[in-house]
């Protein structure tokens, strides 16, 4: 009996062994086979205390790379900007700078030009690139995305040049008048005449100057300003009394149609300031005895409405070329033309970025010798479900003007307008086609790029900023 106890427990001690020793093996046989893990763990470098969130809260893109260049820390600003791609820096100039610095430990600056990647389209990047080292193995890498301010910077030296130009002429006109008419102080029709010249000059000097004011004002700020509801009747009627001189003494006729009783939420200033340029614009650059006609209409959206106002001529159009930079600042299409009418080139600028500052566009199709048609849109004002209240006592003449608005522009595509009773009030928009046409262009404003967009009206002539 006891013989056989001894000999159960010497098995049970004899296979404790041998499991301790299988379980020790087979321990020592993973420590063998994953030695790279256990030294990247021995060997990875660690970031000093504090870093992690200093670059969590910093501005610019921060990249922090060991020492065989690969990145070990990256802020999401780095990846979106494409400067880091499959665990390192994409960008061959920078990672350069980061192994001097890790040679040298000197800290380096230097303002680079990133071409895009293949088909990301756009103009690359300009930034601004520091490289530090940090602790004696890490190299911290910040980059400051100057691509914006480089572009504002252009276009302000751009801005700055071109008003230089422009207040030079009149200011040189009034110079030379001036001298004239003081060798002239002895012949009274001289100075008449000279005189004369000068109203138009000192006029044109007041006219640039105050749409330079107004186009820095919009463009500076995008947001809108004193909103409040605005009829778009009153801004039409506006529209039209600031150019009716100017429209009678080409004998041109003003119509407007459409559907009254819309609103517009935005600053009332602004609103009238773009669509009176407009409305100036077909009055300046039109025929005599031929039509200019202004017409709205509410279309339908998925979260909201939007009124289209548009202001459609009879002239010779537009070319293709000139109708992809017409927003553009102190462009003209006709410069010997836009001289002769008092025209300065910054009046669509500025319809544009009233157009952009309330959420809008301004788009323009044009065919060159049929017309031209802009069209402004924008949110509407009015409250979902609330129907566009018809002006009741709208006398009969201004609903006969409608009228003939409304057939101008059906006639414009090829349409017949309903004939209109005078007593009636005018509550149908124009039809108008809703196919692409390749000659609209469309322009939304924070930059001067267009795009193709379907016609909204169209009727006529030429409109030129």
């Known amino acids: 009996m006891d013989v056989n106890v001894a000999a159960a427990s010497v098995s049970a001690i004899v296979g404790l062994g041998v499991g301790l020793t299988a379980a020790l093996a087979f321990r020592w046989s993973e420590k063998e086979q994953h030695p790279s893990k256990r030294a990247e763990k021995q060997d990875e470098p660690a970031l000093p205390p504090g870093v992690d969130t200093v670059l969590s809260v910093l501005r610019s893109c921060a990249v922090v790379l060991d020492e065989s260049d690969q990145v070990i820390k990256a802020s999401s600003a780095a990846y979106a900007l494409g400067l880091v791609r499959g665990g390192a820096i994409a960008v061959e100039s920078m990672l350069a700078m980061a192994r001097l ?68 002429t009149p200011v040189g006109a009034l110079s030379l008048l001036s001298e004239a008419v003081q060798d002239a102080s002895d012949d009274p029709e001289a100075v008449r005449r000279f005189s004369g010249r000068m109203l138009i000059e000192s006029a044109r000097l007041t006219s640039l100057v105050q749409e330079i004011i107004e186009l820095s004002r919009v463009q500076d700020d995008l947001r809108m300003v004193d909103p409040e509801l605005v009829p778009v009747d009153e801004l039409v009627a506006e529209a039209m009394d600031r150019c009716r001189h100017s429209a009678a003494a080409k004998q041109i006729t003003m119509a407007a149609g459409g559907i009254a009783g819309l609103h517009l939420y935005g600053n009332r200033g602004q ?27 509410k279309l339908p959206g998925t979260r909201q409405d939007s009124v289209e106002i548009s202001v459609t001529d009879q002239g010779v159009g537009i070319s293709e070329k000139d109708r992809e930079r017409v927003f553009e600042r102190f462009y003209r299409v006709d410069p010997a033309r836009s001289r002769a009418t008092g025209g300065t080139g910054l009046g669509l600028s500025i319809v544009k970025h009233v157009a952009a500052s309330h959420g809008g566009t ?35 003449a201004d609903a006969e003007i409608a009228a003939d608005a409304d057939a101008d522009v059906a006639a414009s595509h090829g349409t017949h307008a309903a004939p209109t009773d005078p007593s009636t009030p005018r509550t149908e928009p124009a039809h108008l086609p809703e196919q692409p046409d390749p000659h609209a262009v469309e322009s939304s404003g924070s930059t001067d790029s267009t795009e193709t967009t379907s016609p909204t009206l169209t009727a006529a002539p030429e409109a030129m900023p």
């Open 362 to 396: 301004v788009s323009v199709w044009s065919v060159e010798g049929q017309g031209s048609t802009f069209t402004l849109r924008l949110p509407s004002g009015d409250l979902p479900g609330l129907e566009p209240v018809s002006n009741d006592a709208q006398p009969a």
């Open 271 to 297: 609103l009238a300031a773009a669509l009176g340029n407009l409305v100036e614009n077909a009055v300046n650059y039109s025929p005599a005895r031929t039509r200019v006609a202004i017409a709205a209409r």
């Open 101 to 168: 610095t890790r040679r040298d430990g000197e800290i380096r600056q230097a303002d680079l030009d990133i071409p895009r990647r293949a088909g990301g389209g756009g103009d690359g990047l300009a930034v601004s690139v520091r490289v530090a080292p940090l602790g004696s193995r890490l190299v911290l890498v910040l980059v400051e995305d100057l691509t914006e301010a480089r572009r504002i910077e252009a276009v302000r030296r751009d801005f700055v040049a071109n008003v230089s130009h422009e207040l030079k």
